[in-house]
């Protein structure tokens, strides 16, 4: 029950903003996943927090949220999608310092929890690399067939000579 407590209000409103961001880049990529990856990330991060976390008051829904910006990362990395890490890295930069969040700099708060999130959404998008949106294909990436005739076509035109293709 950690996620649904929070020490105040300030607790409360910041991580509500960052999870209805990253719950939404969750349901928009991952329409048919998402309550899974969701419902995963609660309960694999809270039990690694309750097996090897230290004896102290781990609240909040931050491992939840260090969990889907994780996976949202480490998915568009697998499946080379730039949209994905693109929202994963705004979150980092409307959360402030997410990556600094898993060093234990502050003993008030729950890095392990945070840790231990953020390595749930690694597992996870490992899982389930093979399902959600589909790899980035860019035009000027990939050659296909009919550019390669255009480009040759261009190449044996009478504008240029041998020394112009030499030249460039």
């Known amino acids: 029950t950690a996620p649904l407590i929070h ?11 960052t999870i209805f961001i990253l719950i939404a880049g969750l349901v928009y990529f991952y329409r ?3 309550y899974k990856i969701l419902s995963l990330s609660w309960l694999l991060s809270g039990m ?7 004896a ?16 949202i990362f480490f998915s568009g990395v697998f499946r080379k999608n730039i949209n994905l890490m693109a929202i994963s890295l705004l979150v980092v930069f409307l959360y402030g310092g997410l990556v600094w969040g898993v060093l234990p700099i502050f003993p008030q708060i729950s890095w392990e929890y945070h ?3 953020g390595i749930t959404g690694a597992i996870l998008a490992f899982v389930y690399r093979r399902q959600g949106p589909p790899a980035q294909t860019w035009s000027w990436m990939s050659e ?14 009478e504008i240029f000579d041998e020394s112009d293709k030499e030249k460039l």
Not at 144 to 157: C, F, V
């Open 7 to 17: 020490s105040d209000f300030n607790h409360l409103i910041n991580n509500t903003i």
């Open 32 to 34: 048919d996943l998402w």
């Open 48 to 54: 690694m927090v309750w097996i090897a976390a230290r």
């Open 56 to 71: 102290s008051y781990h609240i909040g829904c931050s491992g939840i949220i260090y969990a889907i910006a994780s996976f």
């Open 115 to 117: 840790l231990f999130g």
């Open 144 to 157: 296909t067939a009919d550019d390669a005739e255009e480009t040759s076509e261009y190449w044996e035109s």
